[in-house]
């Protein structure tokens, strides 16, 4: 049965209030993930910049005594170099924690605002929620 206007605009902003929130969370549990996997490659050319002459020549002590020009770009290289490998360990640190803590699963479609009788429901196992008609069977990847 369809909801009346106001009832339904109510629900509307209640499930897209509901959806931001899974989206932000989402976002801090990747930005979160990102930082701590790359933050090697981060320290490592953020010195490499800082310390060559070309850039920034900081006059720092360990940039006059440990770091010339030469090994400062070597740092910068190897800072880019390593970036890939992280990228990749970072994404795949997200996707199966997204996978094991069912994030994707938490979106509900905007359905449950217009009709009366849709509910959310869980999905066994611990999950926090689901859209309305959950099928246990049913998977968002395999």
Request: proline share 5%; with cysteine.
């Amino acid at each position: 049965e369809p909801r009346s206007p106001c009832c339904c605009l109510a629900w509307t902003l209640v499930i897209g209030a509901m959806n931001s929130l899974v989206f932000l969370l989402n976002l801090l549990l990747m930005f979160v993930i990102f930082t701590i996997v790359l933050l090697p490659t981060i320290v490592v050319v953020y010195f490499g910049f800082q310390c060559h002459s070309q850039v920034l020549h900081s006059s720092a002590r360990y940039c006059k005594s440990i770091l010339d020009d030469n090994s400062s770009s070597a740092l910068i290289i190897l800072g880019f170099v390593i970036m890939s490998p992280l990228l990749v360990v970072a994404m795949a640190t997200y996707c199966s924690l997204a996978r094991r803590l069912q994030l994707l699963v938490c979106f509900q479609p905007y359905s449950l605002a217009l009709y009366k009788g849709g509910r959310w429901c869980g999905r066994g196992e611990g999950a926090p929620c689901c859209a309305r008609g959950c099928q246990p069977q049913l998977k968002a990847w395999v």
